[in-house]
């Protein structure tokens, strides 16, 4: 069956860099994209951007470009999404999900990891 | 970007009633429109994609409807299980949420 594993969770001061990873076993992960949404507490959903799991093109909102990587290890099954230059109101829940390939990053999600909790504190 | 607006914000149902919530996209997205369930603590479950596809395994209790700019999900025969918060979402161009629908079970 489709699984997103995602890494733990992180606490990170202001400033710093966190990189989440995404597991992805059940299906041929080159033959789908994985899309970043995250979740700041209590709040409602935000789409962050999308990697290919085929060659690693991006695609990414304009508001993270600059602080955001998404990068993929094929041998691995695995996507990574890194953050840099923390902000308190970067404390969210970060969940990938995977996406179609054909569609690129203008896609429904149709499964999603457990999420990965990201505070950041001082 | 094209903004997704959802009605109502929160209700409360009980168990048998039949649910409604819509979503109204603030220019045409054709039929780009997908609907998840989110329980606390979890992540998001697809629903419905290209606004009326029931996604595998979910129970037919739960159908869509709607193209253009108006979107409905509807729950018949609302369970205790379908708690939760529903989420709309655009694929048209950059994805976009809409701000969600928590439903309470009286």
Same mark, same amino acid.
């Given at each position: 069956q489709?699984?997103?594993?995602q $890494? ?11 990189k989440? /990873?995404?597991?992805?076993?059940g *299906?041929? %992960? ?6 970043w949404v @995250? ?6 959903l935000e789409?962050? #951007? =999308?990697?290919? !799991?085929?060659? #690693?093109?991006?695609?990414s909102?304009e508001? %993270?470009?600059?602080?955001?990587a998404m990068t993929?290890?094929? /041998? ?8 840099g $230059?923390?902000?308190?109101?970067d ?6 999900? @995977?996406?179609?390939a054909?569609a690129?990053p203008?896609?429904?999600?149709d499964? =999603?990891?457990?999420g990965?909790?990201?505070?950041v504190?001082? | 970007d094209?903004q997704?607006?959802? &009605? +109502?914000s ?9 649910v409604?919530?819509?979503?109204r996209?603030?220019?045409s997205i054709?039929d780009?429109?997908? =609907?998840?369930h989110?329980? +606390?603590?979890?992540?998001p479950?697809l629903?419905?994609?290209?606004? &009326?596809?029931?996604? /595998?395994?979910?129970?037919s209790? %739960?159908?869509?409807s ?5 979107f409905?999900?509807?729950?018949s025969?609302?369970? +205790?299980?379908?708690? #939760?918060? *529903? *989420?709309?979402?655009q694929?048209?161009?950059? +994805? %976009?949420f809409g701000q !969600?629908t928590?439903?309470?079970i009286?």
């Amino acid at each position: 069956q489709v699984q997103l594993v995602q $890494s733990g969770a992180e606490v990170k001061q202001p400033g710093a860099s966190v990189k989440v /990873s995404c597991k992805a076993s059940g *299906y041929t %992960f080159r033959g789908y994209g994985i899309s970043w949404v @995250r979740q700041a507490p209590g709040q409602g959903l935000e789409w962050m #951007g =999308w990697i290919s !799991g085929y060659n #690693g093109n991006t695609n990414s909102v304009e508001k %993270f470009q600059g602080r955001v990587a998404m990068t993929i290890d094929t /041998s691995a099954s695995t996507a990574y999404l890194a953050l840099g $230059s923390l902000r308190r109101d970067d404390t969210a829940v970060y969940y990938c999900a @995977r996406s179609l390939a054909e569609a690129g990053p203008k896609s429904y999600l149709d499964y =999603w990891g457990q999420g990965a909790l990201v505070i950041v504190s001082s | 970007d094209i903004q997704m607006t959802q &009605s +109502p914000s929160s209700l409360s149902a009980s168990v048998g009633d039949t649910v409604t919530i819509t979503c109204r996209a603030s220019q045409s997205i054709g039929d780009y429109l997908h =609907w998840y369930h989110q329980k +606390p603590g979890k992540a998001p479950k697809l629903l419905i994609y290209e606004a &009326s596809i029931l996604q /595998s395994g979910v129970p037919s209790r %739960f159908s869509g409807s709607g193209y253009g700019t108006d979107f409905t999900l509807t729950i018949s025969s609302l369970q +205790p299980e379908d708690f #939760g918060t *529903y *989420y709309c979402q655009q694929s048209y161009n950059t +994805p %976009f949420f809409g701000q !969600g629908t928590r439903v309470g079970i009286k």
